[in-house]
């Protein structure tokens, strides 16, 4: 198993991270995926945005499914969209849904920037977040908050995932509810056992052993 050190995390992942640690690891560490509505959309939006070829429009060079590394962070990943504005990179990041209360979409995006700067050593100040149900970009200054929020995320994300281990389920109705991999994780049924759990452990618990089945 790589270390810490060695693994190299998808840039996704920290989106993943922040949205749930157990859905991350589902996801990195037990390879497991399943699809609903909501990521057949987001899916379907992705392929739009990537699969155009780059174009120049207004003074802007518009580059499409942009390969990122960073070896100081120790992450890689594709951009959706990186335009070109003169000497500038910009990334814009395509979600299905609209903006939303955590910081999950905006440290991906951050990352992707970070990756840039890496990359090509100019500065990336800001990039944006096209959210696809209210049809408009949400600008994303990447101010010394986000970019230390951003590193430590990385740090902490791969420090979990390369031990291997499953997080324990927490069942958050609003995010599980909207999770494609909810009857893969249970978070429900593993957070609060069924009665004949209950009553089993009471029962090893006391002095007397019940009895089994005649």
């Not at 497991?32 to 802007?60: P, Q």
Request: glycine share 8%; aromatic share 6%; charged share 25%.
């Amino acid at each position: 198993m790589e270390t810490a050190e060695q693994m190299s995390l998808p840039i996704s992942a920290l989106q993943h991270w922040l949205y749930c640690p157990r859905q991350c690891a589902l996801i990195h560490v037990e390879r497991l995926w399943a699809e609903n509505s909501l990521t057949a959309e987001g899916r379907v939006l992705h392929v739009r945005a990537d699969g155009g070829t780059t174009d120049r429009h207004k003074g802007i060079r518009t580059l499409r499914a942009v390969e990122l590394g960073s070896e100081r962070l120790g992450l890689h990943g594709v951009a959706d969209v990186v335009e070109v504005h003169g000497d500038r990179f910009y990334p814009v990041e395509y979600k299905r849904g609209r903006p939303k209360p955590h910081r999950a979409d905006e440290v991906q995006l951050c990352a992707q920037a970070l990756c840039l700067e890496e990359m090509t050593g100019q500065a990336v100040p800001e990039g944006a977040l096209f959210y696809g149900e209210t049809r408009r970009r949400v600008v994303v200054a990447f101010d010394r908050d986000l970019r230390s929020l951003t590193s430590s995320v990385a740090d902490e994300a791969r420090s979990a995932l390369a031990q291997g281990e499953l997080p324990p389920a927490h069942y958050a109705p609003g995010r599980c509810k909207a999770c494609s991999l909810l009857e893969l994780c249970r978070p429900q049924s593993l957070e609060h056992p069924p009665a004949i759990r209950a009553w089993l452990s009471r029962a090893l618990d006391s002095d007397t052993v019940p009895e089994g089945p005649e």
